[in-house]
């Protein structure tokens, strides 16, 4: 049964106003979709093929939005959700659906985007790439807000719906030793005499170290130096500020950050201000899977783009290839560089400072031979390189992605325009818990 088999409520004519409606499927951001004569209502908190009673959020001229007030018929795969925060922090959209349905229902959204945006489907699907379900996240980034007059600081993830802080004491997806940070964190933060200025706090977390950055927007005098110290000491953290947007300074020594991928024999060290993947786990099987579709073969020349402090660029200089680390920031070039000389790679690895959203064709025409590629762009994708694909000429292309709406734009470009096959794509459990589709996919030149 579908929405048009349930007559829905008479059409709202205020954002109060209840609609009764069949769910119809997920969006790429974890939301459940149904449709009132053709036009979207997108859905908090609901599920495919329930019947739900729903409250009207927000309404545009192109979609309608609505959170779940009552579920009528609920979906055999419903759980209830195991946060305590869960009805107002916006950073988990899925606990309401099995784990074991979270990574299906991540295909389906992946395969839709592909079908609809790209018109194309992969000749196959890759297993799909699953890991812990609680306690993964290795690094967070809080908003931090004072209320009462400043009297209070409150210290949480985007509220649902809104753009104020939702509060929370503690978070599951965490890794434990990040959640049992926060109350301790934000008692200090309470203390300082700037904390009506302090706007986020950032937190990360390997096997040897931990470390907390503080960004502000007036400069801490030494009284609030002094408790931050304190705190560092007791929890065992290294404590970086950041004045506005200006570069990380330590509060005292720096703090030895690296994570490793034993399949390859590699550690990448890194700074609280480098990408790091926030799931290590996922991150090694993603990389092995990587390797896997890419094949570095000794004597070819690979280019990875977006490379970052070198995540996929090491394990392809270690299988034997020549490799080029393409990416705009200095400062990640630089620990790239610094990886590739601590693994011993230093030979096969270089490094090429590029914008890789203002690429023009003459630019490209000076890296000369491009045997492979690998993409792992941000959110926005990788357009304007895909646009130069067939100048480039790889015969494999490796593309990661965090969203797979660009990706499904991308691939119709490639597929479309640049001559190349979507030959394989798959889905990562990088986010559990969460809306965000992580995937891979495998372009061959036709």
Same mark, same amino acid.
């Given at each position: 049964?579908?929405?048009?088999?349930?007559?829905?409520?008479?059409?709202?004519?205020?954002?109060?106003?209840?609609?009764?409606?069949?769910?119809?499927?997920?969006?790429?951001?974890?939301?459940?979709?149904?449709?009132?004569?053709?036009?979207?209502?997108?859905?908090?908190?609901?599920?495919?093929?329930?019947?739900?009673?729903?409250?009207?959020?927000?309404?545009?001229?192109?979609?309608?939005?609505?959170?779940?007030?009552?579920?009528?018929?609920?979906?055999?795969?419903?759980?209830?959700?195991?946060?305590?925060?869960?009805?107002?922090?916006?950073?988990?959209?899925?606990?309401?659906l099995?784990?074991?349905?979270?990574?299906?229902?991540?295909?389906?959204?992946?395969?839709?985007?592909?079908?609809?945006?790209?018109?194309?489907?992969?000749?196959?699907?890759?297993?799909?790439?699953?890991?812990?379900?609680?306690?993964?996240?290795?690094?967070?980034?809080?908003?931090?807000?004072?209320?009462?007059?400043?009297?209070?600081?409150?210290?949480?993830?985007?509220?649902?719906?809104?753009?104020?802080?939702?509060?929370?004491?503690?978070?599951?997806?965490?890794?434990?030793?990040?959640?049992?940070?926060i109350?301790?964190?934000?008692?200090v933060?309470?203390?300082?005499?700037?904390?009506?200025? &302090? /706007?986020?706090? #950032?937190?990360?977390?390997?096997?040897?170290?931990? %470390?907390?950055?503080?960004?502000?927007?007036?400069? @801490? !005098?030494?009284?609030?130096?002094?408790?931050?110290?304190?705190?560092?000491?007791?929890?065992?953290?290294v404590?970086?500020?950041?004045?506005?947007r200006?570069?990380?300074?330590?509060?005292?020594?720096?703090?030895?950050?690296?994570?490793?991928?034993?399949?390859?024999?590699?550690?990448?060290?890194?700074?609280?201000?480098?990408?790091?993947?926030?799931?290590?786990?996922?991150?090694?099987?993603?990389?092995?899977?990587?390797?896997?579709?890419?094949?570095p073969?000794?004597?070819?020349?690979?280019?990875?783009?977006?490379?970052?402090?070198?995540?996929?660029?090491?394990?392809?200089?270690?299988?034997?290839?020549? &490799? /080029?680390?393409v #990416?705009?920031?200095?400062?990640?070039?630089?620990? %790239?560089?610094?990886?590739?000389?601590?693994?011993? @790679? !230093?030979?096969?690895?270089?490094?090429?400072?590029?914008?890789?959203?203002?690429?023009?064709?003459?630019?490209?025409?000076?890296?000369?031979?491009?045997?492979?590629?690998?993409l792992?762009?941000?959110?926005?994708?990788?357009?304007?390189?895909?646009?130069?694909?067939?100048?480039?000429?790889?015969?494999?292309?490796v593309?990661?992605?965090?969203?797979?709406?660009?990706?499904?734009?991308?691939?119709?470009?490639?597929?479309?325009?640049?001559?190349?096959?979507?030959?394989?794509?798959?889905?990562?459990?990088?986010?559990?818990?969460?809306?965000?589709?992580?995937?891979?996919?495998?372009?061959?030149?036709?």
């Open positions: 049964m579908n929405s048009s088999d349930i007559p829905p409520s008479p059409s709202p004519d205020s954002d109060s106003e209840l609609v009764t409606i069949r769910v119809d499927s997920l969006a790429d951001d974890g939301v459940a979709v149904a449709r009132i004569n053709g036009k979207a209502l997108f859905i908090e908190q609901a599920l495919p093929g329930e019947l739900v009673r729903a409250r009207y959020t927000r309404r545009k001229r192109r979609f309608d939005r609505a959170r779940v007030e009552e579920v009528l018929e609920p979906s055999p795969h419903r759980v209830e959700p195991r946060c305590p925060y869960v009805d107002e922090c916006g950073g988990c959209a899925l606990q309401h099995e784990s074991e349905h979270q990574l299906p229902a991540r295909a389906r959204i992946l395969r839709d985007k592909l079908d609809r945006i790209g018109g194309v489907q992969p000749a196959r699907m890759l297993p799909p790439v699953s890991g812990p379900q609680w306690s993964y996240r290795s690094r967070a980034r809080f908003g931090v807000v004072a209320v009462e007059k400043g009297a209070k600081v409150v210290m949480g993830f985007r509220a649902r719906g809104h753009h104020r802080i939702a509060g929370i004491a503690g978070c599951d997806i965490l890794d434990p030793c990040l959640s049992g940070l109350p301790a964190l934000q008692k933060l309470q203390t300082l005499s700037v904390r009506c200025k &302090v /706007v986020s706090v #950032e937190a990360m977390v390997t096997d040897t170290d931990a %470390a907390v950055v503080v960004q502000h927007l007036t400069p @801490l !005098g030494e009284a609030d130096r002094a408790r931050l110290r304190e705190f560092a000491e007791k929890s065992k953290v404590i970086y500020l950041r004045l506005g200006q570069l990380l300074v330590p509060l005292g020594e720096e703090a030895d950050l690296h994570y490793p991928l034993p399949e390859f024999d590699l550690t990448l060290h890194f700074s609280p201000g480098n990408f790091v993947q926030t799931n290590p786990v996922v991150n090694q099987k993603l990389v092995s899977q990587a390797m896997a579709l890419l094949q073969a000794q004597g070819e020349r690979i280019f990875d783009l977006f490379c970052g402090i070198g995540n996929f660029t090491l394990p392809i200089a270690r299988l034997g290839a020549e &490799v /080029v680390g #990416e705009d920031l200095p400062e990640t070039l630089a620990q %790239a560089e610094k990886n590739a000389g601590a693994n011993g @790679l !230093g030979g096969r690895c270089s490094f090429l400072k590029t914008d890789l959203f203002q690429l023009e064709r003459d630019e490209i025409a000076g890296w000369g031979r491009v045997d492979k590629l690998l792992d762009p941000p959110r926005s994708g990788a357009l304007e390189i895909c646009q130069l694909m067939a100048r480039l000429g790889p015969e494999r292309v593309y990661v992605s965090c969203d797979a709406a660009t990706l499904a734009r991308d691939t119709k470009e490639l597929v479309s325009s640049q001559g190349y096959l979507l030959e394989a794509v798959g889905v990562l459990d990088m986010f559990p818990q969460t809306g965000h589709v992580e995937s891979i996919a495998l372009f061959l030149k036709a």
